[in-house]
């Protein structure tokens, strides 16, 4: 057997044991290993979300009616439903940084309890969202700046996609005890089972199919909706039935506030620098809004790609904070900011072969993913250009920040946050949007701008290792 056919015998070896989840302690071995088995789970995880929103997209973009409106619609949703990724993603990091420590720590039963706690969370958070953006959904699109024509049509989509909060929230908790336990394989599974379903429903429901009449856009929610809770039904039926190294009990689902003030503790950090970052958007996305409901469309559309790219970089970030959490739980602190750093290079080096391909062929990806106007594919393709000219910051940024938020720092990013995302970024855009008139692609320089920015900063502070001190 040559060399090269051994080699690529042991890497095909080791990804289906990634894949397959065999390992699920790594404080020990080889670094590159460990972040190898975790964070190729985490990628085929977020490139199955990346697929998903791009293919729910080119389904919405077919709608035979009002497609721009749609788009718009869902742009504009998207963007508030930020808010409550946000605070998901807050209550997940927090869920991870406490299971990852028991875990390191060897207490098992410790991390069980902490999963508990955080579902119990996840379903009255959810469920309060859900009723407030259900009741407001015409007045929260207007606030977004959607014109009348945008708000008539796309209510009842907004209606949907909130009453799904509960279920969001459970799928990113659940999912963040799961990768804390070193199980990122299962979280893959369950991430990939609800977009599977999505992908079957979306034609079904807004197209039409047999008895099913075509419902348009509001299929499109319940489609999502309806394969998200299949995928947190899967979840749960691992969890309590001991598939995995979190085992729970139906009898042990009792209110301990004590477990659950630790992890609001940590989770309001982790919601605050979502929060800043999200009302940032937000605030990017009026601007836009100023413009034409094709800008909005185009915008939309640019989103969805970027998130194809930047979601699996965003899981090699995970990879890290599980390894931080994990080794900082088991004393090993430089062993956890090799970690770090080791996870840093592989995620710049893997965006900035996105963002030559972005730069070359950003027309062409579009216009074979997405149908529309001539004008929504030129506002698309300008964004992607132009925003992955920062690519070669951004992985340092999204892994140190996440390293920060393992160890249970999640006070350092927020203050970050807020320092680049409003007293930068926001001055920034108005002035490049509104005194320069650049328009929107004043907005999209601002971003490029201002998360390579917030790289630098994030790079600077994590060597200070104050982290490495910090209690969970």
Known sequence: MSQSTSALKRYLTLLLAAVKGTETEYTSGSIRRAIFMLSVPVIIEMIGEAFFAIIDMAFVSRISTNATEAVATVGFTESVM????SIAIGLSMATTAVVSRRTGEKDL???AKATNQAIIVGMVTGTILGLIGFVFAPQILGLMGASDKVISQGTYF?????SGN?????LYLINGAFRGAGNASIAMRALLLANAFNFVFDPIFIFGFGPIPALGLEGAAIATTAGRTLGV???????FNGKSLLKLARKSFKVDWSIIKNLLSVSIGGIGQFLVDTA??????????KSEDAAAAGYTFGFRIIGFTILPAWGLAQAAATLVGQNLGAKQEERAEKSVWKSCWYTTYYL???AVVFFIGAEWIINNVFEGEAQVVEYAKHMLQIICLGYLFFGF???TSSAFNGAGDTKTPTFINIAIMWVVQIPLAIFLAQVLDMGVYGVFTTIAVCHSLHAVVSVQIFRLGKWKSQKV
């Open 280 to 289: 940032s958007w937000l605030f990017l996305m009026t601007i836009i809004a």
């Open 109 to 111: 039963e410790g991390a």
């Open 82 to 85: 930020f808010i409550i990724y």
């Open 397 to 399: 940024g999204m892994v």
């Open 233 to 239: 039904l899967f979840q749960l039926y691992i969890l």
């Open 158 to 162: 907004t209606r949907i996609v909130f």
């Open 352 to 354: 900035f072969a996105v």
């Open 166 to 170: 509960v279920v969001i929230m459970l």
